[in-house]
C-alpha cells in the first residue's frame, strides 16, 4: 500500500518535471509539504517563495506542488531521501522512519542563528548527509512550544486513563505521564476528538485553528514543553548538484527566511488569546510542579534519545541546550 501511494505520488511529481540539464543555468527543485496548504506553515512560506522566484530567474527557481493531497505526510521525508522530490517542508517528528535522530531537533534550547554559529547545524547536517542522504537547510519555525489539549479536566500532570493522540515528538513523555497514546494523521484527529477516539492531543500553541481542533476542545495544560520544529529539507544530490551560484543564492534566501522567525513570538501571543476567546481554558499548575512538569519532558526526550543513538545525543545535547 505504501509503495503504490508512493509510486502515484513519484509519477505525480516527476510529471511535473524538473530541473536543471548540464546545459541550463537555471535550475527549478520540486518542493512538497508535509502541512496543509491552509495551514500556517504553508501560508509564511508561500511569500517567499514567491520572492525566491522573483529574485532567482535565471539561477534557481522552487516549483510547490503542494500538501498532503500531493503526498501523505509520513511519506515526503524518504521522498526526499530517495529523490522523489527535492525539497520539502517538514518536521523531524513525520520522518523518523528515514532516521529516528530527526525526533531529536525538537529538543533545541537555543535559537536557530545560535544554532548556526556554535557548530549545531554543521552537527546536524553531519548526520542528515550520512543516515538520511539529505540537507538540512533552514528552520522556519522557533518560539512554538508544543501542548497538552484535551476535553477532561486534570488537576496534575498525570495523563492516567485518557486516550491522547500523539507523534513520535511526545509519545515517550506522555506515556511517562501514564497516558494511552494513539497515534493518527492530522487529518483524523478532528473525526477522532469526535468520536471519543481521543480525548486530547498534543500539538504546538499555534494552528488548532487551521484545522477547525477548536471546535473539539475545552483545555489546554501549561506550560509548554519543546519547541516545534518545522523546516525545509533537500535531497542531498539535487544539493550537491547546484552550482556555486545556486548554492550561495539559496543559502542567501534561506538566512532571509530565518530572519523572519521573530514573527513567532507574536504569534504565540495571539493564539493564546484566541484560544481564550474560543472558550479553551488554561490547566495551569504552581511553580514548582509547572518546572518539574517541563524539567521531566526534557529529561525523557534526551533520555529516549540517548538510548535510541547514543553518540549521536552525546554531540547534540551540549550544542542543543541552553547554557
Not at 11 to 33: K, Y
Amino acid at each position: 500500500m505504501k509503495l503504490s501511494i508512493v509510486h502515484k505520488a513519484a509519477a505525480l511529481l516527476l510529471a511535473t518535471g524538473f530541473a536543471a540539464g548540464a546545459a541550463a543555468q537555471e535550475a527549478t527543485l520540486r518542493l512538497v509539504s508535509a502541512f496543509a496548504e491552509n495551514g500556517i506553515y504553508v501560508q509564511r512560506l508561500q511569500p517567499w517563495i514567491q520572492k525566491f522566484n522573483a529574485e532567482g530567474k535565471g539561477v534557481l527557481q522552487i516549483n510547490f506542488i503542494g500538501g498532503p493531497k500531493a503526498m501523505p505526510p509520513f511519506e515526503v521525508g524518504n521522498a526526499v531521501k530517495t529523490g522523489v522530490v527535492d525539497m520539502a517542508l517538514n518536521t523531524g517528528a513525520f520522518y523518523t522512519n528515514v532516521m529516528p535522530e530527526a525526533d531529536f531537533l525538537k529538543l533545541t534550547q537555543v535559537p536557530v542563528a545560535e544554532q548556526r554559529r556554535n557548530g549545531a547545524f554543521d552537527a546536524i547536517n553531519k548526520v542528515w548527509n550520512e543516515k538520511g542522504n539529505m540537507q538540512y537547510l533552514a528552520r522556519m519555525v522557533e518560539n512554538q512550544p508544543f501542548h497538552i489539549y484535551t476535553n477532561k479536566k486534570v488537576e496534575k500532570p498525570d495523563l492516567a486513563g485518557l486516550k491522547i493522540r500523539i507523534t513520535p515528538v511526545y509519545r515517550d513523555f506522555f506515556q511517562s505521564l501514564n497516558a494511552n497514546v494513539i497515534t493518527t494523521p492530522p487529518g483524523e484527529v478532528y473525526t477522532a476528538l469526535e468520536r471519543g477516539v481521543v480525548d486530547g492531543y498534543g500539538w504546538p500553541i499555534g494552528g488548532i485553528f487551521d484545522l477547525n481542533w477548536h471546535e473539539k476542545t475545552k483545555f489546554r495544560i501549561d506550560p509548554g514543553f519543546y519547541d516545534a520544529e518545522v523546516s525545509l529539507i533537500m535531497n542531498l544530490p539535487a544539493y550537491r548538484k547546484l552550482t556555486p551560484a545556486q548554492r550561495d543564492y539559496l543559502q542567501k534566501q534561506l538566512l532571509a527566511l530565518e530572519a523572519q522567525n521573530t514573527f513567532w513570538a507574536q504569534y504565540t501571543a495571539d493564539e493564546v488569546a484566541r484560544q481564550q476567546k474560543a472558550g479553551i481554558e488554561t490547566i495551569k499548575f504552581d511553580a514548582a510542579t509547572s518546572k518539574s512538569f517541563v524539567d521531566k519532558a526534557y529529561q525523557v526526550g534526551w533520555a529516549s534519545a540517548e538510548k535510541q543513538s547514543p553518540e549521536i545525543a552525546g554531540r547534540f545535547k551540549p550544542l542543543f541546550s541552553r547554557k
